[in-house]
T-cell receptor, first 114, second 111 residues
Framework: DTEVTQTPKHLVMGMTNKKSLKCEQHMGHRAMYWYKQKAKKPPELMFVYSYEKLSINESVPSRFSPECPNSSLLNLHLHALQPEDSALYLC?????????????FGSGTRLTVV | ELKVEQNPLFLSMQEGKNYTIYCNYSTTSDRLYWYRQDPGKSLESLFVLLSNGAVKQEGRLMASLDTKARLSTLHITAAVHDLSATYFCAVEVDSNYQLIWGAGTKLIIKP
């Protein structure tokens, strides 16, 4: 299995809603990432989990809350988002620290905040 | 601050032609990645370059890394329409998980 699976593929939510994005990988990767990508821009790192511990939080607003229940799963909980949070949210994984390995990206969740 | 500059940012070319995308970066690194992204889709890893002089080839694409010049190139040979996409280079600094991305090169190949 060489895939990162993300659900849902599309999500429309109101500014008062609470929703979650889910990500799963079964490649034995020990680092997992959340990225945000706006149109015509490179992805921006949001969070990194290494061995299920939060390693990096790139000053992301608290309305985004990550969770890593186990080594295969990564969630992103969304609450009280703003229209400017509309973007493609990408999950990725890699072997782990110091391994010099590429990120394998999921297909993404296209999020629209109304 | 590490900066990664790609050029050109936009490239429109005819099928059958050759061209090169350049990726310059501003600090020492020996880990550089090339990704492809189709419109509205996710990122696909193309090449991992991990040492000075590294050269990787896949089909009509060839990537190289010169760590002394802090330059990577992605060369397209005899372009075909299916290679139309946006190509990103990304440089990894230390082991802190940070990838510094180029702005991307949007490549359009006309039949």
């Amino acid at each position: 299995d060489t895939e990162v699976t993300q659900t849902p593929k599309h999500l429309v939510m109101g500014m008062t809603n609470k929703k979650s994005l889910k990500c799963e990988q079964h490649m034995g990767h020990r680092a997992m990432y959340w990225y945000k990508q706006k149109a015509k821009k490179p992805p921006e790192l949001m969070f990194v989990y290494s061995y299920e511990k939060l390693s990096i939080n790139e000053s992301v607003p608290s309305r985004f809350s990550p969770e890593c229940p186990n080594s295969s799963l990564l969630n992103l909980h969304l609450h009280a988002l703003q229209p400017e949070d509309s973007a493609l949210y990408l999950c990725a994984s890699s072997l782990g620290p110091g391994t010099r390995s590429p990120r394998t990206f999921g297909s993404g969740t296209r999020l629209t905040v109304v | 601050e590490l900066k990664v500059e790609q050029n050109p940012l936009f490239l429109s070319m005819q099928e059958g032609k050759n061209y090169t995308i350049y990726c310059n970066y501003s600090t020492t690194s020996d880990r550089l990645y090339w990704y492809r992204q189709d419109p509205g889709k996710s990122l696909e890893s193309l090449f991992v370059l991990l040492s000075n002089g590294a050269v990787k080839q896949e089909g009509r694409l060839m990537a190289s890394l010169d760590t002394k010049a802090r330059l990577s190139t992605l060369h397209i040979t005899a372009a075909v329409h299916d290679l139309s996409a946006t190509y990103f280079c990304a440089v990894e600094v230390d082991s802190n998980y940070q990838l510094i991305w180029g702005a991307g090169t949007k490549l359009i190949i006309k039949p």
